[in-house]
């Protein structure tokens, strides 16, 4: 790399911890640090990140403190790093979704006369007027939930209009709940930023607030998605927050503009990174997004490809180019989708009018689920152990051995009241005999091993249905296209295990990151944090449109330039070996890399994965008895 080469940083502002990615402009990592919250900020008591309200209140929060302490530690750690931070040109960060965080009227102020020579923690104690910020696993505002869906009109209308149903975790239900139980903090209450453009507020520092990020903006119940002329829903905000000046419209001014093109630059980072850490005054910041779509965008996904992140929570991100809201899963803007100014208007664009009714607009459709590696872990802990490793033989020996081995034991570890299927609860396992056709409910399994490969089936073929429903664009899931490709991420997607079964489930080759070292000359694994890269990703598109001298150039779409900087990083690998690149060493076979940097880590065993797409209906049909029994023994509680 030559030492004028221009980098660029992605933060994520994640549950557990804020992560930063340095890139080069070919999109390599350089380098990664972080900040965990329960281990470096200690002094808040957060246990995953987050601290819990009275037992049965569901509520679960952070402080909204530790955010802004951990980017004073992230600072002082870079710096530690000697991470050449002068020569960084674009910054972006991600931040969990649907979490919300609430400036206080003094915020003005204080954004406005930032001091250089002290640390941001110091500064912002009262820029506040809530000291929470509700996080993604907060149960507390099922009653406003409720009352959202009945004032609209049901939760099919809220999820045409929103582009998913009520979900308690979502913005708009928590800022009802929070008008409502603390009416002063709500009337003291400046502006609303979601942590992504909080983030991107403090990465500018310029006495502005800045805008929340479209794609971001779906995951609120607020933004409508479904008009041509998409903007806050005047009759949402009015249920939110009441009718006239003080209600509705001044929500949707607390609530402020959103950025519709994720990669326009709206700023310069701040100077107190400038004066205090020696970043360039010209490098540029473009929105943040949530942490979600940030991680959509660390690969290119083309139609019927889905990413499946294997984090705390589980997600499956399917690309579509339909606008197909579902109760049962959100629907998504793409996060870099841009629309270039039209023929008639050359100099408008969607950023500044939100028009665009006749371009062609890109989604994706997300599924969560709250029992991902929680419920893996139990397991784990429970019959393994506490070793992944025991945990893998019992899988491999319990996997169908041929198409006719269909499975017969399956099992639903709803530990935590999950989003999918909603608020199912409770552990329920079946044991199918085949050759009658029956299942019973069980306590426990005749072997204890099979606890493994139940779960792990269990959780893929609930992907494979749901992705199916998604690609099928209807909700009985009937129709016969599937996944064509996944991708794998998240901390889950290191066992090979795991990835295995995934493929021969989802019946399609399963990819993952990897990274070329020059010195062995082999393919490695890759172990960067897709999240805070692709953040990264999007600030260097940001940048190079921002730069750019020609129109065409302006209006790059964000894929393209992804795959050219694919492309630059294939050249240099070659002009760096003189020999054979994936010699004997290799983690991976020349086959195996599929593109530059992505390679299939697992494909499917075409006589398992026909015994899995015979098991669909059987296994959907024991979700649905097990969803009874969770709703029946809730009603007895
Ligand atoms: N070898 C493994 N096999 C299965 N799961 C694993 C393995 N290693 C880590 N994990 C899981 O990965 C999870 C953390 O993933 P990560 O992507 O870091 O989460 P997050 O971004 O939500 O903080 C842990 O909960 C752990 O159970
Ligand atoms: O609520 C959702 C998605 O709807 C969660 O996926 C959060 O966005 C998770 O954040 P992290 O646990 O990755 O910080």
């Known amino acids: 790399m030559s030492a004028s080469e221009p980098l660029f940083l992605g933060l994520d502002a994640s549950t557990q911890a804020l992560k930063a990615s340095l890139l080069r402009s070919d999109l390599g990592v350089e380098g990664e640090a972080e ?25 679960v929060y952070s402080p909204v403190m530790i955010v802004v302490e951990a980017l004073d530690l992230l600072m002082e750690r870079i710096k530690q790093a000697k991470w050449p931070v002068n020569r960084i040109r674009g910054i972006s960060a991600a931040g969990q979704q649907h979490a919300s965080v609430y400036w206080s009227k003094e915020a003005k102020d204080i954004l406005a006369d930032i001091k250089t020579d002290l640390p941001l923690a110091q500064q912002f104690k009262n820029a506040f007027s809530r000291n929470e910020i509700p996080n993604w696993q907060d149960s507390s505002t099922l009653k406003e939930c409720a009352e959202l869906q009945e004032k609209i009109g049901g939760e099919e209308r809220l999820a045409r209009i929103t582009g998913s149903k009520a979900h308690a975790r979502f913005t708009g239900p928590q800022i009802m709940r929070f008008r409502k139980t603390d009416p002063k903090a709500y009337e003291n209450t400046w502006r609303i930023s979601l942590v992504s453009s909080f983030m991107t507020t403090i990465l ?28 806050w829903s005047q009759s949402i905000l009015e249920i939110i927050a009441g009718q006239g000046k003080e209600g ?55 139609e019927r490809e889905a990413l499946l992140s294997l984090g705390t929570s589980d997600t499956v991100l399917v690309s579509t180019s339909n606008y197909n809201p579902d109760p049962e899963f959100h629907a998504f803007f793409h996060p870099a989708q841009i ?16 028009k665009g009714a006749d371009h062609p607009m890109r989604y994706f459709n997300m599924l969560v689920y709250k029992n991902g590696s929680l419920a893996r872990e139990f397991i784990r802990d429970q019959y393994f152990e506490s070793s992944w490793d025991l945990f893998n033989q019992a899988v491999q020996t319990r996997r169908p051995k041929n198409a006719t081995n269909l499975p017969s034991k399956t099992g639903f570890w709803w530990l935590k009241p999950d ?23 069980v306590k426990e399994f005749q072997q204890k091993d099979e606890n493994a490969i139940a779960m792990l089936e269990s959780q893929f073929l609930n992907y494979r249905s749901r992705s199916s429903a998604i690609l099928n664009d209807e909700k009985s899931g009937a129709g016969n296209k599937s996944l064509a490709r996944a991708f794998a ?37 890759a172990h960067f944090n897709a999240c805070s ?94 969803l009874q029994q969770s709703r029946k023994e809730a009603k007895n509680v």
């Open 35 to 59: 900040v965990r919250f329960d281990r470096d900020l200690s002094h808040y008591g957060t246990k995953g990140g987050t601290l819990l309200g009275e037992e049965g209140s569901g509520i």
């Open 204 to 231: 500018c520092l310029d006495g502005e607030v800045k805008g929340i990020d479209e794609s971001d903006a779906c995951g609120m119940n607020i933004w409508d998605m479904s008009s041509s002329q998409r903007g």
């Open 248 to 302: 509705g419209d001044a929500l949707a001014e607390k609530l402020g503009k959103v950025e519709s093109d994720g990669g326009r630059v709206v700023g310069q980072v701040g100077n107190w990174f400038v004066q205090r850490y020696g970043f360039s005054p010209e490098c540029v910041v473009c929105p943040g997004t949530g942490d979600n779509p940030a991680t959509f965008l660390s690969f290119t996904l083309r």
């Open 339 to 354: 629309v270039p100014p039209s023929k008639d208007d050359p100099k408008e664009s969607l950023s500044s009018s939100l």
């Open 419 to 441: 989003i999918i299927p909603t608020n199912a609860e409770g552990v329920f396992k079946y044991e199918t005999d085949r050759s009658k056709g029956t299942s019973e409910l």
């Open 489 to 525: 991420t998240g901390g889950a997607a290191a066992n090979p295990v795991i990835c295995e079964v995934m493929a021969d489930v989802l019946g399609c080759d399963v990819c993952k990151p990897v990274d070329y070292d020059q010195k062995t000359k082999a393919w490695k694994n």
């Open 533 to 626: 890269v692709a953040a990264a990703y999007k600030a260097a598109w940001s940048f190079s449109r921002h730069s750019a001298s020609s129109s065409k150039q302006k209006w790059e779409e964000y894929d393209d330039f992804v795959k050219q900087a694919a492309e630059s990083r294939k050249a240099k690998r070659e002009q760096g070996s003189t020999t054979n690149t994936l010699s004997d060493q290799s983690n991976f076979k020349a086959d195996e890399i599929v593109e530059e940097g992505i390679a299939i880590v697992a494909r499917p065993d075409g006589q398992r994965t026909q015994a899995y797409r015979d098991s669909v209906e059987w296994w959907a049909e024991l979700e649905t008895k097990a």
